[in-house]
């Protein structure tokens, strides 16, 4: 069984800081993390992910995600935020290569000009 | 290449009525999911295929909402009767194939549900 921690429900950065967007797995196989990225009324849209290899992934818009399995941990950041970036992100774990994903409760990134 | 289409995009109903969604997945995907997302969470897994088989319901509540994916393409999710509690997004994603690799799941734009 998997779970997903977000610590955080809203995170408030000026635009051009970094975001840092938390997220804390427990899973009882090896686990392949994402993140999710979600506009006003849009679905779902695939940021980045961690399958196996290189533990430091780089996804879309500028963003990435470290896996470390000491701290069952897959924080998001992004060095310089933009004020396109306001959205929702959810961070989600499976344990298989076709099971269905666990998702966090999200973060709502809001961007102060 | 089409993404996962859903339809309706909205749906307002009465509580006790019946309501249904559609999604038709990406060619060629044999995994389908549905997913409710409740507003201030995350999506949860309700059931998912393979080609036309259920591979998990477990999250599913049996005693109103149903699915279906005749032919292995197509389905429909179904709740009979409705409860307030239901309103929600309804989230339909497909992916390649059930695999020990991994497989990135693609989602449609979502059925917005609203129970009165």
């Known amino acids: 069984a998997q779970s997903v921690t977000q610590l955080g429900s809203h995170v408030s950065v000026s635009e051009g800081a970094l975001v840092l967007l938390r997220c804390n797995y427990s899973s009882s196989v090896p686990p392949y993390l994402f993140w999710y990225v979600q506009y006003p009324n849009q679905g779902l849209q695939l940021l980045l992910k961690?399958?196996?290899?290189?533990?430091l992934v780089k996804g879309i818009n500028g963003f990435e995600a470290e896996f470390k399995k000491s701290e069952t941990s897959f924080h998001l950041t992004k060095p310089s935020a933009h004020m396109s970036d306001a959205a929702e992100y959810f961070c989600a774990v499976t344990g298989g290569g076709a099971d269905g994903l666990t998702f966090g409760k999200g973060t709502h990134l809001i961007i102060q000009p | 290449e089409a993404g996962v289409a859903q339809s309706p995009r909205y749906k307002i109903i009465e509580k006790r009525q019946s309501v249904a969604f559609w999604c038709n997945p990406i060619?060629?995907?044999?995994?389908l999911y549905w997913y409710q997302q409740i507003l201030g969470q995350g999506p949860k897994l309700l059931i998912q295929f393979q080609n036309n088989g259920v591979v998990d319901d477990s999250q599913l509540p049996k005693d109103r909402f149903s699915a279906e994916r005749l032919k292995g393409v197509d389905s429909t999710l179904k709740i009979q009767p409705a409860k307030l509690e239901d309103s929600a997004v309804y989230l339909c994603a497909s992916s390649l194939a059930l695999a020990v690799i991994y497989n990135e799941q693609f989602f449609g734009p979502g059925t917005r549900l609203t129970v009165l």
């Open positions: 961690y399958t196996t290899g290189a533990t």
């Open positions: 060619s060629g995907h044999a995994t």
